[in-house]
């Protein structure tokens, strides 16, 4: 009796993805999906009744081809068809003189997260409601560390160098991207603090306008419910001094993106502010971030901190606290000369 032929392993079915993650993969929103499937017939070879849409990976390939397509100039009827007509084994021959699949404005990213592309494609066709609707489900799956440090700063940083060798022709998907980047952390609520508690101070230094990285630091640190103050960009020098006096922070974070706006007289009277009632005077721990301060000409207080991302910062502030939101309310300074007095910078 001859042995039974074996028999052929079964291979598990291609997964298939909702509309939502589909539109974060491709760069655009659901709503545009939608409205390519009523306009253009693009849409799910199959879809049971009931059952909302689920794209196999056959449909998402001719979904991108008709991105490659519209992203270099072509009319989005005119890529459909074209998408419609071409199976992923039969794809179009390459023409060695036709530009980048994504156009000639396309980012150059490297090896990021499919979500971080999705970003970049939204970003460079300005179309705001994908970029709006692509943050959104980001910050929320991802929360705002993963979502800030492998997606939205990658794309940030992509831009601005494409912006750097393109000129002002390219400034105005600098301006949306930022824009969007920071109207969807500042729709994160806080979790509720637990108890009052010296909060967390975060500014920028004079003359910086650069405040995106700070944006994030506040919503992450909102999410982990520990008080938080920010106040954005080019804080004046007196203002930045008098919000220490009166808020008493556990820490002061300070921004400086470039070199120009590191200012490290202004770290020195900073850290040197005391605050509370006299007899129990206290100092806040002070932490400077971004990579003006890594050039800085002066050099800043030997007791300042310098913070490197923003996942490590978070954990250099928390361990800063922490003592602190256990009910001890102390400085970093002990006892130095220059730590009993503000400096004259900062008004007496």
Known sequence: MEP?????????????????????RLGVSPTTLRSWERRYAIGPDRREAGRHRRWTPEDIARLELMCRLTAQGAPPSEAARVARGVTPEDPPAADPGAPAPGGPRAL????????????ARAAVRLDAPAVEDLLAAVLAELGPVTAWEEVIAPTLHAVGRKWATAGERYVEVEHL????????????????????????LLACTPGEQHSLPM???AAALGERALPVRMFGAALPADALCEAVRRTGPRAVVLWAQSRTTADASLARSVAGIEWGPRG????????????????????PPARAERLFGLRSGLAVIESVVAPQAQ???????????????????CGS
Do not use: M
């Open 4 to 24: 039974e032929p074996p028999q052929p392993r079964l291979q598990p079915p291609p997964v298939a993805l909702g509309t939502g993650a589909v539109a974060r």
């Open 108 to 119: 150059r990213l490297g090896d990021v997260r499919p979500e971080c592309r999705g970003l």
């Open 177 to 200: 991207l930022s824009w969007y980047v920071s109207a969807a952390l500042h729709r994160i609520r806080p979790a509720p603090e637990p108890l009052p508690a010296p909060p967390v």
């Open 215 to 217: 944006e994030a630091l």
């Open 280 to 299: 129990a005077r206290g100092h806040s721990a002070l932490l400077l971030a971004g990579p003006g301060w890594g050039a800085a000409a002066t050099a």
């Open 327 to 345: 009910g001890t309310v102390r400085g970093t300074a002990r006892g130095t000369a220059a730590g009993r007095a503000a400096p004259a910078a």
